[in-house]
């Protein structure tokens, strides 16, 4: 056992730092100044180049390239056998989120990290900064979704799949309305403000499909209780759900699996799987092995529902937008469960597969850009004998056996992960791939992601009712393109004088009669204008 970990210790001494040539981090300026460089390049070649109709950004949840190396040892006794390991995009990306940026303190070093074992524990990101950099393009402070680091709420990729006519969706293995789909597609102050963020997923407009746990009447096994949990739907959601015809809604597996092959897809699906905390990860008992506990059948898995959202979504000429989280790799990785984070990270690859078959089939593989990433590692996986400049991988053990490995860490850290990508435009990686580590190669940061989306669809202001089921009076806010953005608000085209805010409140006392409201955005010299809200008192 001795030999097989020395033989991958990753030897250290032998790389060349270059100390002036080195990028530490680079500062909102200079990614500001890449971003316009960039776009320029691209634009001026983009006219061989084909502009995705379709984009899925597949999220596994703190996973990394360790989490990887031990599911591929498990699955198939080899590394590098992933269904992400044909993909022709292969990257690394850094993860840490705004708020070491703007202290001018580490971001992402790499001399540092490969020299000093514990480096890579502090400084991390979580789930909600994370997912809002990768749908808005704006770094921010743990916990904040979809908002700046100055709390401004930032335009993410579904709205602007809105404006462009696309429809726009999000799928995950945990609760539906948790940090990573709501960082892609709402705005709150704070991840765990679930009220706010699961009125917006539902009823602000934004979204056509939403999948993933979180059920009401279920505990973690899938098992019916008898008194709510009313954490992640409270019962004016629910009711709203289950009364108003808003929604296809479904938590029946056999009806997920029915959607995925419908000819008459619904405009609008929500499918809420019948369980509580996730698909599978939190079922009762401890699993020595993966699979060796079931799960209760009833509950369908991230693939079935991913399949039924492509319905749905493709049925749209305009293409689509649809996020895709494996959410509980991190919750296994949290809890340094191995076996379950294998089975997380299988059933991850099972839907990566399924998804790029069923577009296959439908003739729209060709069309859509596929990027497969992490919002950051969790659990800092290596080898025993990892510490001071030693890195050791995980050692294989064969297919079908655990590999052997070591948790450092219970929480997440600030490792690279690994990035992927294929079709129409994914050579745009390439391009914001400028940074470069010593051990991973090329990097990009995950603001990256939804800046490229940027250049390729363009970018736009979109406002939205923050409590859309809330019967105070209608507050309207508006996305920002940029940080400073210059706002004006309109009515019927006419402007509102002295509405300049994020925010505007249309008074009763004012609008006695239904009005269209807009908003125009303007950044340096380029004016946004939001689609219209039709107020009816
Ligand atoms: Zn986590």
Not at 236 to 264: D, P
Not at 288 to 297: A, G, R, T
Not at 336 to 360: A, C, H, K
Request: net charge negative.
């Amino acid at each position: 056992m001795n030999g097989q970990i020395n033989n991958q210790i990753i030897i250290l001494l032998s790389l060349n730092f270059s100390e002036n040539k080195y990028i530490y981090c680079k500062f909102p300026l200079m990614r500001f100044l890449t971003f316009i460089l960039i776009s320029f390049l691209f634009l001026t070649t983009s006219a061989q180049q084909q502009t995705p109709k379709n984009i899925i950004i597949f999220i596994a949840d703190g996973g990394g390239y360790n989490q990887i190396m031990c599911t591929d040892y498990y699955l198939y006794g080899d590394s590098g056998k992933s269904p992400m390991a044909s993909f022709p995009v292969q990257l690394a990306m850094s993860t840490y989120n705004g708020s070491l940026q703007s202290t001018g303190a580490t971001c992402y070093n790499s001399k540092k990290f490969w020299t000093d074992f514990s480096y890579g524990m502090a400084g991390f990101t979580e789930s909600a900064a994370s997912a809002t950099a990768m749908g808005t393009g704006f770094k921010t402070h743990n916990s904040m979704i979809g908002m700046n680091l100055d709390g401004n709420p930032m335009t993410n990729i579904m709205e602007i799949g809105k404006a462009k006519g696309k429809k726009t969706g999000v799928v995950t293995s945990v609760p539906f309305c948790h940090a990573t789909p709501a960082g892609f597609s709402t705005h709150s102050k704070s991840r765990h403000g679930f009220s706010e963020i699961t009125d917006q997923m539902l009823f602000s407009g934004t979204l056509d499909v939403v999948g993933g746990s979180g059920h009401p009447w279920f505990d973690n096994d899938g098992n019916a209780v008898s008194v709510p949990f009313t954490k992640y739907i409270d019962t004016v959601s629910w009711n709203k759900v289950k009364s108003e015809n808003i929604w296809k809604y479904t938590e029946s597996r056999n009806e997920i699996r029915l959607l995925a092959s419908e000819k008459n897809a619904p405009e609008k699906l929500f499918m809420l799987a019948p369980v509580s905390g996730n698909l599978a990860e939190a079922r009762e008992g401890k699993s020595i092995v993966p699979y060796d506990i079931p799960v209760k059948q009833t509950i369908p898995t991230l693939a079935e529902m991913s399949l039924a959202a492509l319905n749905t979504l493709s049925s749209d000429p305009d293409g689509f937008i649809l996020m895709i989280e494996g959410g509980a790799i991190d919750w296994a990785n949290h809890d340094n469960d191995l076996p379950r984070m294998i089975e997380e990270y299988s059933w991850f690859y099972n839907t990566v597969d399924s998804v790029q078959q069923w577009l296959g089939a439908k003739g729209i593989l060709d069309e859509t850009l596929i990027i497969v990433t992490n919002d950051h590692e969790c659990g800092y996986l290596w080898g025993h004998g990892s510490g001071g400049a030693t890195f050791v991988l995980p050692a294989n053990n064969g297919k079908g056996k655990l590999p052997e490995y070591k948790y450092y860490s219970t929480n997440h850290s600030n490792t690279l992960v690994p990035f992927f990508a294929k079709g129409p435009s994914s050579e745009i990686f390439y391009s914001l791939a400028d940074e470069n580590d010593s051990v991973r190669g090329p990097f990009l940061t995950n603001s990256e992601i939804a800046i490229a989306v940027k250049m390729l669809l363009g970018n736009t202001t979109h406002i939205y009712r923050s409590n859309p089921s809330s019967t105070k009076g209608v507050f309207l806010t508006a996305t920002l393109p940029c940080p400073d953005a210059k706002i004006q608000w309109k009515a019927d085209d006419k402007t509102i004088a002295g509405a300049n805010l994020v925010q505007f409140f249309i008074d009763p006392a004012v609008f006695k009669k239904p009005v269209t409201i807009s908003c125009e955005v303007t950044c340096g010299e380029t004016k946004f204008t939001s689609q219209n809200y039709e107020y009816k008192p």
